[in-house]
């Protein structure tokens, strides 16, 4: 599997941490689109950057942070085609997973913790979607509402 990850300066710590849980799963290539210090920039081309590759098929999924997690989630899904999740626990990582197929997940580097962020992340990995039609009516609905 390949995951695109992609911060702003609010979460380039979190990031790092995150890419170390990465690192834990043997399948698992990542690309770091940045950004790579503490200089401001503009979160929602870190995001375009992400969801780019994940729509495009260069990635399976894409991993989004930001100083909440919230302005990478909005500019995520404004892209065709994402389904990015904002998570702050783990019951909502495995819930975007296996009811919602989220293929990018956000979170916020000034609120989480190391640990939570990491057991999100493992969560959010490991879960796979569901399949139930009821799941997939729901998510073609989603897609309905981009035309």
Wanted: glycine share 10%; net charge negative; with cysteine.
């Amino acid at each position: 599997m390949k995951i695109t990850i992609g911060s702003d300066h609010g979460a380039v710590a979190l990031k790092e941490e995150v890419k170390m849980i990465l690192k834990e799963f043997a399948d698992i290539e990542i690309h770091d689109v940045g950004t790579f210090g503490n200089d401001p920039v503009d979160y929602p081309e870190i995001a375009e950057k992400v969801c780019n590759e994940v729509i495009s098929g260069i990635s399976d999924r894409g991993i989004l942070l930001c100083g909440t997690g919230i302005g990478m989630s909005i500019a995520a899904n404004k892209i065709k085609g994402i389904r990015c999740a904002l998570c702050s626990d783990v019951y909502s990582a495995k819930m975007s997973r296996e009811h919602n197929d989220a293929n990018v997940l956000a979170l916020g580097g000034r609120v989480l913790g190391f640990g939570p962020a990491g057991e999100i992340v493992r969560m959010w990995l490991t879960t796979d979607y569901s399949g139930e039609v009821r799941h997939t009516r729901r998510i073609n609905k989603i897609h309905s509402l981009e035309k």
